[in-house]
């Protein structure tokens, strides 16, 4: 996995140089037992943990890891940026709770690229950032990520509020809800649990839903046209939705096709905002626009903002900076206006 991230740090003008035989997800392997063998990513420790080990702070921003489980081996990485000179030392930061992508199967809050666009996203937005870790699967298929997912969402309310960084600098009237790919299929699926909740002293005004991992048993034609992708090959995508669903399950499961296995009226429970973005050239850019349109149109009092028509592959804002700053962009744009509200 070396080669991913050397490559797209090299050359931050364009993608990656791989192929689907390179790819990542390619070289998952399923063994007879059930389990998998996962290709080596390199991970970095957090900026406390690096202080500790004679390590330097990563632009401008710290981070520290929070246990969550200990029963199931979950974390909270938080990431805080240095407070800027134009900012007021009282101007209290939104909170920012972040699932990462991997196809429910792989990386971590720890990978490279991850804990990297992670401080990358608390300095430029600026937030208070959140990433978990989460059971991945087969060992723990869906549901366990959005059981772990909401125990985070309960974090919020009962473990946030005696943390240091947050107490000092988070504003927890301003939480947000945020995942990338499969992370943003867990984002969608845990904003669903918070309607009717008490999160009190936290408020979570809104979802962040970036390029949601989606699905069917019907191919839409941007899957249809992926079979050699270079980041999300058609057959990878099948593989780690069999390895993700619940055993016997297919691909029109609500946890893979909402659209076509859930009732509209499960989206009640939807935080008064939501944002759903995609790029051009990801496979998922059809089910994520049809996922997108759904909510638009059963969502309610919830307001849909949607913005599908960016440039860029699948995963591309953990590679290129250029496509990043689109995404912390509209982020800014999206908390700011939910604040105006």
């Known amino acids: 996995m070396g080669d991913i991230t050397a490559t797209a740090t090299a050359d931050a003008s364009g993608p990656p140089t791989l192929t689907k035989e390179t790819n990542l997800f390619m070289?998952?392997?399923?063994?007879?037992?059930g389990t998998v063998t996962r290709p080596e990513v390199p991970l970095v420790p957090s900026s406390e943990a690096a202080a500790a080990g004679g390590g330097g702070l990563g632009r401008g921003v710290i981070s520290r890891d929070v246990p969550l489980d200990a029963s199931a081996g979950t974390y909270l990485?938080?990431?805080l940026p240095s407070r800027s000179p134009a900012t007021s030392s009282d101007a209290k930061l939104p909170v920012?709770?972040?699932?990462?992508?991997?196809?429910?199967?792989?990386?971590?809050?720890?990978?490279?690229?991850?804990?990297?666009?992670?401080?990358?996203?608390?300095?430029?937005?600026?937030?208070?950032?959140?990433?978990?870790?989460?059971?991945?699967?087969?060992?723990?298929?869906?549901?366990?990520?959005?059981e772990d997912a909401a125990a985070a969402v309960a974090w919020l309310r009962d473990g946030a509020p005696g943390d240091p960084w947050v107490a000092a600098h988070g504003d927890l009237s301003r939480c947000f809800l945020m995942g990338s790919s499969s992370g943003g299929n867990m984002a969608f699926f845990a904003a669903l649990r918070t309607g009717g909740?008490?999160?009190?002293?936290?408020t979570v005004r809104g979802v962040l839903l970036h390029q949601p991992y989606l699905?069917?048993?019907?191919?839409?034609?941007?899957?249809?046209?992926s079979e050699d992708?270079?980041?999300?090959?058609?057959?990878?995508?099948?593989?780690?939705?069999?390895?993700?669903?619940?055993?016997?399950?297919?691909?029109?499961?609500?946890?893979?096709?909402p659209v076509k296995a859930m009732a509209p009226e499960a989206l009640a429970g939807l935080p008064p905002r939501c944002l759903v973005t995609g790029n051009l050239d990801d496979p998922l850019i059809d089910r994520q626009r049809e996922f997108a349109r759904w909510l638009q149109d059963h969502s309610g009092a919830a307001e849909v903002v949607v913005k599908t028509d960016v440039a860029g592959f699948h995963a591309s804002e953990l590679f290129v900076p250029e496509i990043a700053e689109v995404l912390f962009a509209a982020m800014r744009e999206f908390l700011s206006t939910g604040d105006a509200a």
């Open 27 to 33: 070289q998952i392997v399923v063994n007879p037992d």
């Open 77 to 79: 990485r938080l990431y």
């Open 96 to 146: 920012v709770l972040y699932f990462h992508g991997g196809g429910f199967v792989i990386l971590s809050p720890a990978t490279v690229f991850y804990h990297g666009h992670c401080e990358a996203m608390a300095a430029a937005v600026p937030a208070i950032v959140a990433s978990l870790e989460y059971r991945l699967a087969p060992e723990h298929r869906l549901p366990a990520a959005y």
């Open 197 to 202: 909740l008490d999160m009190a002293p936290a």
């Open 215 to 225: 699905g069917g048993v019907d191919r839409t034609p941007s899957e249809a046209g």
């Open 229 to 257: 992708d270079f980041m999300l090959p058609l057959e990878a995508s099948d593989r780690l939705w069999s390895l993700a669903l619940p055993l016997g399950a297919d691909r029109d499961h609500e946890f893979c096709n």
